[in-house]
Structure formats: C-alpha cells, structure tokens
C-alpha cells in the first residue's frame, strides 16, 4: 500500500529528470563561452569583459598591424557584410573604436532583459551568437 503510494511520485521526479538530463550538454556548451570571457568568474559577462575580449580579438585579426580591420581580415567573421554594420565614417574598414561600438550593440541586442550581463541562455540565442562570432 505504502509503495503503491509512492510510485506515481517517484514516476513524476524522473519524468522531470530526464529533459534535464538531455539539456545538459547545450547548457554546458554554453558555459564554455563564458568561461572564455567570464574573467570575474561570477558565471555571466558583463560588457566589459566582452570589450576587453572584443579588443583581444581585433588585434588578434588584425594581421597587417594598419589599424584597421578590411574585408579580408573579416573574413569568416561576416566579411563586408560588418563592415556595412559597423562603418559609419564609411572608409570600407572597421577601426577599433567601430569595432567595440558594434560589439556593445551586438551585446545589448543580446540582453533584452537588460540587467547589463549576458548568461548562457542569452548567449544561446540569434544575437548571442551573433556577438560571439565577434569574439571567438
Ligand atoms: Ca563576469
Ligand atoms: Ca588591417
Ligand atoms: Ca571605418
Ligand atoms: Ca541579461
């Protein structure tokens, strides 16, 4: 009678647990961006560590050392079609300031509940991944 009792609940938590299980892998993913960015270790980024990285990366692309980041050093990375986001003086190159203003636009377009820190299932979506791109 007892066990009887207990089944339809023991039945209810392993339901629950099995969708955890299977989201696991995505949410660890995730993660791994983070701790890529994540330099305070609080576990979400905040825009100040992605510009910190953001400007990393642009001297890490920036093959030629001219300042500037044109099309062929994009490459991979939307190529023209950032340079055409993210150049308003329009001289066909991305310096660093542009980059790290489209950066702060990417990350904002990325926190639409706007407490300033992007968590993984930020960074899972369209315009997290779109920020990434910018940064890996
Ligand atoms: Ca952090
Ligand atoms: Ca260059
Ligand atoms: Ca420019
Ligand atoms: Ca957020």
């Known amino acids: 009678m007892l066990n009887r009792s207990k089944l339809p609940l023991f039945l209810a938590i392993a339901a629950l647990a099995v969708p955890f299980a299977v989201a696991t892998p995505a949410s ?13 270790n609080d576990g979400t980024i905040d825009l100040k560590e992605v510009q910190a ?7 890490a692309l920036e093959g030629d050392k001219d300042g500037t980041l044109d099309a062929k050093e994009l490459k991979g990375r939307g190529g023209k079609k950032v340079i055409a986001e993210a150049d308003p003086d329009k001289d066909g190159t991305i310096d660093k300031k542009e980059y790290l203003a489209l950066v702060e636009s990417r990350f904002k377009a990325a926190d639409p509940d706007n407490d300033g820190t992007l968590d993984a299932a930020e960074l899972k979506t369209p315009a997290g991944k779109a920020l990434v791109k910018l940064l890996k």
């Open 53 to 59: 990285v953001a400007s990393a990366k642009f001297d």
């Open 28 to 40: 660890a993913k995730g993660n791994k961006i983070i701790s890529m960015i994540d330099t305070d």
